[in-house]
């Protein structure tokens, strides 16, 4: 079992930052890879970036390539998502999450976080 808390979301004006958390702890996280995803009000939750926990190898969803960053911190069982440029339709509920395979669908994700909210003002 791996338990997954996001934390550090918050309001914030257009064009500024977030840093958000996922701290994990239960089964070392190995070979997985750790995922952010986001669900705004009325959508599905998309796919927002992905790092491997060993590898530190990322991706990003073109819709936040060059204003988010994402890391991990090995020592901390931490995966930061750093946020910049923020923009009203990144509003949403975050979510981290974990696979055994390199992915960018939810339903493949092992476990879940329960969300932190971002929401972004005009």
């Known amino acids: 079992q791996v338990q997954l808390v996001e934390s550090g979301g918050g309001l914030v004006q257009a064009g500024g930052s977030l840093r958000l958390s996922c701290a994990a702890s239960g089964r070392t996280l190995g070979s997985y890879i750790v995922a952010w995803f986001r669900q705004a009000p009325g959508k599905d939750r998309e796919f927002v970036s992905r790092?491997?926990?060993?590898?530190?190898?990322?991706y990003y969803a073109d819709s936040v390539k060059g204003r988010f960053t994402i890391s991990r911190d090995n020592a901390k069982n931490t995966v930061y998502l750093q946020m910049n440029s923020l923009k009203p339709e990144d509003t949403a509920v975050y979510y981290c999450a974990t696979a055994s395979v390199n992915t960018v669908v939810a339903g493949l994700m092992h476990y879940w976080g329960k969300g932190t909210l971002v929401n972004v003002s005009s």
């Open positions: 790092i491997g926990w060993s590898t530190g190898i990322t």
